[in-house]
């Protein structure tokens, strides 16, 4: 079984797009106690102060 440490190791990959993106993605889950649901309340709050138009792909269209 893998410990949580085992998640921060370095990659092997050549592939240094990948490996900013894992370092992101790790970066982000720490800053939540890797918890998704914290994340995503926070994005949805981000995303209604910025003020853009936000596009709901769960709510299907009115017949016209």
């Known amino acids: 079984m893998k410990s949580a440490t085992d998640t921060q190791k370095p990659r ?32 949805r709050e981000r995303q209604q102060r910025s003020g853009h138009r936000v596009v709901n792909l769960q709510v299907s269209p009115q017949p016209s």
């Open 12 to 43: 092997q990959t050549g592939d240094v797009v990948l490996q900013e993106m894992w370092r992101i993605k790790d970066e982000l889950s720490s800053a939540y106690d890797h918890d998704v649901d914290r994340l995503f309340v926070e994005a």
